[in-house]
């Protein structure tokens, strides 16, 4: 096999071809995006008795499903223990459930669909490459078997290469991605769903209807929109542009030298390197995958990623032959717990993101909750994955801080070309531009600030700031609003839109 930047899965899966939509359309349900999440959904919608529509920009799975490591598990590296420190027990509980749902799914829907997609069971591991890592492992383990989960300590093991100390969770798989989505769409199209590929959803109109326009000027008519394409393509009221962080990460598959043992690893923090094994026609196939960094912030290129995979591969097991080498890209939460559920309260569209690299079993798991949301109106677990959890509303000065500097690189940009806020005192407010548009900027005197969309819900006249009564104020019809946006008197009916909520000190260098 030549060496290529093609994932491993991508040149070793077939998949099916389906015709581009050609013509406008009217459905019940659309489903945007045909990765592990979109063809989970129309497959579990279909088991249900309903009949999906799915539209793909791509090729079927052309998007991260078919760039991952192929591990189905509900070990996520560190997660329960900061789950359970964050929001408690009750939080940590849910997640454990609801993921071993998606585990058992996938186990359940290959025996019995009769899917040939080289599921194993297997042991998943996360150990610690540094000393210091070790609490991090002890405290996962707690966590876990307070959560029920059947695992083990294991002291000092000799595989992976640096390793101080490693957690195993049992009956956990691998799997082919590829093989296993190409198989549900068939079954899902099988039964009633219709696919589209070649097909781009552009804009999203959210009114009485929901009407999705495409390339080709395309228009599908629909009662619900599936968000099923990693980054939502639609924001609604949730600013996810402040709460979804990409980060890009390398992956190879080789030819070893030597054997080495079977399992999936992953390390707890420091420079990622997931390992798993997968069998081809009886060959076995080291796939390492990690070197991530959030995205457009690597101080090396691409090949360099790669090389230091390669080399990881080599100190493991020798390098006999390259495979494949590739990079893909998936987005990470401030709370590291998923996004999965409606946009808003009672909206028909809904979202499906932010599963930070661990997206087989959430993408399962999207496709399990979405389909209940739209035959039953409501799922199990919604409180913890929707944007209703308590840690939602997070400032975005501290999720500057949980997660890196990707928000500050975009507030940046769309801050930049205004006039300078520097000179902005605690109490003022002042009208800037702020994505090319015309926004309100108030700083408390607490330093945090608040950016409003300040044109008023009544008829859209620009609002102006009081600074006796620190109100933004309606010259045309006296609708009033405060500094948060919130309506106090006059006709309008709505409150303002925040644009953006953080810290002053996080604003400031970035004009
Ligand atoms: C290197 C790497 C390794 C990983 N390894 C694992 C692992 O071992 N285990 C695990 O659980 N998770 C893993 N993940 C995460 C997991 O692969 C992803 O979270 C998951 O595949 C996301 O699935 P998805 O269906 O939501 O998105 P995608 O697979 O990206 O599918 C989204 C689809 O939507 C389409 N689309 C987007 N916008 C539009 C539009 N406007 N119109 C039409 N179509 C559109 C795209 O073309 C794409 O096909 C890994 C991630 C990376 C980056």
Not at 60 to 78: E, F, S, V
Not at 210 to 239: F, R, S, W
Not at 299 to 328: C, P
Request: proline share 3%; glycine share 8%; charged share 25%.
């Amino acid at each position: 096999m030549e060496s290529s930047t093609v994932s491993y899965w991508n040149l070793t899966g077939a998949k099916s071809p389906y015709p581009r939509l050609e013509n406008n359309l009217e459905t019940d349900i659309l489903i945007i995006g045909s990765g592990i999440t979109g063809i989970t959904c129309a497959y579990c919608l279909t088991q249900k008795g309903l009949r999906p529509t799915v539209i793909e920009a791509g090729g079927l799975c052309d998007g991260t499903t078919g760039n991952t490591t192929g591990k189905i598990t509900i070990q996520h590296d560190i997660i329960y223990s900061k789950i359970m420190e964050k929001h408690g027990r009750d939080y940590a509980w849910q997640y454990c459930t609801s993921q071993s749902e998606a585990l058992e799914f996938v186990k359940q829907t290959v025996k019995n669909e009769s899917i040939n997609c080289q599921l194993y069971d297997n042991t998943a591991y996360v150990y610690a490459s540094m000393e210091r890592d070790l609490e991090l492992i002890k405290k996962e383990f707690e966590a876990a078997k307070e959560l029920g989960i059947d695992c083990e300590f294991i002291d000092k093991p000799e595989f992976p290469p640096q390793n101080f100390g490693m957690l195993a969770f049992k009956n956990q798989a691998v799997f082919h991605s590829v093989r296993y989505v190409d198989s549900l769409a068939k079954i899902a199209a099988s039964r009633g769903a219709e696919i589209y590929t070649n097909t781009k959803a552009y804009k999203i109109s959210n009114g009485e209807t929901i009407t999705v326009h495409c390339d080709n000027n395309i228009e599908i008519k629909t009662k619900h929109l599936v968000m099923a394409t990693q980054y939502p393509i639609y924001d609604g009221p949730n600013l996810f542009y402040t709460r979804l962080f990409p980060k890009r990460t390398y992956g190879v598959a080789v030819k070893a030298k030597r054997d080495w043992p079977e399992g999936s690893y992953v390390n707890a923090s420091g420079r990622t390197r997931s390992i798993r094994t997968h069998v081809e026609k009886g060959q076995k196939v080291l796939i390492v995958v990690g070197d991530g960094h959030l995205t457009g912030r690597s101080d090396v290129n691409m090949d360099e990623h790669l090389t230091n995979l390669i080399e990881f591969s080599e100190r493991i097991a020798g390098v006999e032959q390259i495979y494949a080498k590739w990079s893909a890209q998936d987005y990470d939460t401030p709370d590291q717990i998923p996004y999965i559920g409606r946009i808003s309260d009672k909206s028909n569209i809904y979202v499906a993101s932010g599963f930070r690299k661990w997206g087989l079993s959430n993408g399962t798991l999207s496709g399990i909750l979405i389909s209940e949301l739209i035959k039953d109106g409501n799922c199990r677990y919604e409180e913890l994955y929707s944007r209703k959890r308590a840690d939602y509303s997070s400032s975005l000065g501290k999720t500057i801080k949980e997660v890196g500097l990707s928000v500050y690189e975009l507030i940046k940009s769309k801050l930049e070309g205004t006039e300078s806020i520097l000179d902005l005192k605690q109490g003022e407010g002042r009208v800037i531009s702020f994505e090319g548009k015309k926004a309100g900027i108030y700083r408390d005197y607490d330093d945090s600030v608040i950016i409003l969309d300040i044109t008023c819900t009544h008829m859209g006249t620009e609002l102006n700031f009081n600074s006796a009564e620190k109100t933004w104020d309606c010259p045309a019809h006296g609708g009033r609003y405060n500094i948060e946006g919130r309506l106090l008197e006059g006709p309008p009916k709505h409150n303002l839109k925040v644009l953006y909520k953080g810290q002053f000190s996080d604003l400031h260098t970035t004009n």
